[in-house]
């Protein structure tokens, strides 16, 4: 069973330097981070390996989704969610 993720932008509090705004989504994948930021990416990485395998976060309440994650820019803080889709 394939597995992909689609990371979508749910909040932004500053100015993305990148250019990334609330409702962008990317699909990706532990080897490929699309057009997100690669910090954003790295941030959100580990989340993406350890979901990829069944895992999930201590704050997980959907299996397949995980919310409340930040790009390490505090200042201009983005925020994500990662969905799982399984093919």
């Known amino acids: 069973m394939a597995v992909k993720f689609v990371v979508k932008v749910t909040g932004l509090k500053g100015h993305c330097n990148v250019g990334h705004k609330i409702g962008d989504q990317f699909e990706l994948s532990k080897y490929v981070s699309s057009?997100?930021?690669?910090?954003?990416?790295?941030?959100?990485?580990?989340?993406?390996?350890?979901?990829?395998?069944?895992?999930?976060?201590?704050w997980q309440t959907e299996k397949d989704v995980i919310g409340a994650l930040a790009c390490p820019d505090g200042y201009n803080q983005l925020t994500m969610e990662i969905v799982r889709v399984t093919e």
């Open 35 to 58: 057009d997100l930021c690669g910090a954003a990416y790295h941030s959100i990485y580990p989340y993406i390996v350890s979901m990829e395998f069944g895992g999930m976060a201590p």
